[in-house]
């Protein structure tokens, strides 16, 4: 009986163990989440008070934006009509590159054409001279004939 007794002992020692370790388990959880929980508490006060910091600023920060978004507006529209004013430059100064050009093909034109019509003009009153002179010498032989 004693070999019972021993192994009862043995299992009654076995199984105190047991629930020993476990109530230790339990315990350990039990601190792991109260650490756990006071570690959340922190991170949400210290959360909140960034929160309520930044909601106390929001009014600030709003106008800090609005600030930074109309520069950047004005140094779009600074840059816009820096541009456009060059652009317009530049089309003005081709504008008027293209007048001169236009003013002194058109006259270069003119000039070909007055030079055409001159000698047109020439080529003409030399044919009329030419057919007036035939006409002066057949009139100049024919009064001659008939004096003869």
Wanted: glycine share 6%.
């Amino acid at each position: 009986m004693s070999e019972a007794k021993n192994t009862v002992e043995k299992a009654s020692g076995l199984a105190k163990d047991l629930f020993l370790a476990n109530l230790g388990l339990a315990g350990k959880a039990y601190e792991q989440g109260v650490d756990f929980v006071k570690f959340t508490e922190s991170k949400y006060k210290e959360t909140e008070s960034k929160l309520k910091d930044t909601y106390s600023k929001r009014n600030e920060i709003f106008d800090g934006l609005v600030e930074r978004g109309q520069k950047v507006q004005d140094d779009a529209k600074a840059e816009f009509e820096s541009r456009t004013s060059e652009i317009k430059g530049k089309f003005e100064e081709t504008k008027s590159q293209a007048k001169a050009k236009l003013e002194s093909l058109k006259s270069e034109s003119l000039e070909e054409r007055v030079k055409e019509l001159r000698e047109t003009l020439e080529s003409s009153v030399e044919k009329v001279k030419a057919k007036v002179s035939r006409k002066a010498d057949d009139a100049t032989e024919g009064t001659e004939s008939a004096a003869a």
